[in-house]
């Protein structure tokens, strides 16, 4: 069981590509409540700092250009066991692996692209949030 609240971002190709009200109703259809959103733009610095445990890994100068090329949607979300509940519906990282009715199955398109972001952990979950929110824009 984790806690009531995790981390998402809608992901510049989901972003691009139209999904955000899509998403946004499966996020709340599944009993989750916004409790921060906003619609931003990483900078290269940013996204190397939000993906830094990524560093060394063979892609992440791709990430970084893929989480750069356009604006996201942030959100903190609140639901019992939220980062556990909300992994299971956005679906596996490759949408190839991800099981029907997921997000990820629904709105990604590969491995990288791969639509939305969610915390894997309840510590991760508070240090992304922090990142992209101050306490005044949290209800
Ligand atoms: N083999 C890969 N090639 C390209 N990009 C990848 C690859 N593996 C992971 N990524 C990108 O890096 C992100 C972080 O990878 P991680 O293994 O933490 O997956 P995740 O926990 O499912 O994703 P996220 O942290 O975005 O929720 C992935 O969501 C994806 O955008």
């Not at 009993?31 to 890994?57: C, N, P, W």
């Not at 903190?76 to 299971?88: G, Q, Y």
């Amino acid at each position: 069981m984790t806690g009531n609240r995790t981390f998402t971002m809608i992901k510049p190709d989901a972003v691009e590509n139209g999904h955000i009200g899509a998403i946004l109703e499966k996020i709340t259809a599944a009993g989750f409540r916004i409790v921060a959103m906003k619609y931003t733009q990483l900078s290269k610095r940013d996204a190397e700092e939000f993906y830094a445990i990524h560093k060394e890994r063979p892609f992440f100068g791709e990430l970084v250009e893929f989480m750069t090329r356009g604006p996201i949607v942030p959100a903190i979300l609140e639901k019992d066991n939220a980062v556990d509940d909300f992994r299971a519906l956005i679906g596996a990282t490759n949408p190839a692996e991800a099981a029907e009715g997921t997000i990820r199955k629904l709105f990604a398109t590969s491995i990288g692209e791969n639509a939305v972001h969610g915390s894997d952990s309840d510590e991760n979950a508070a240090i992304e949030g922090a990142f992209h929110f101050s306490g005044r824009e949290v209800f």
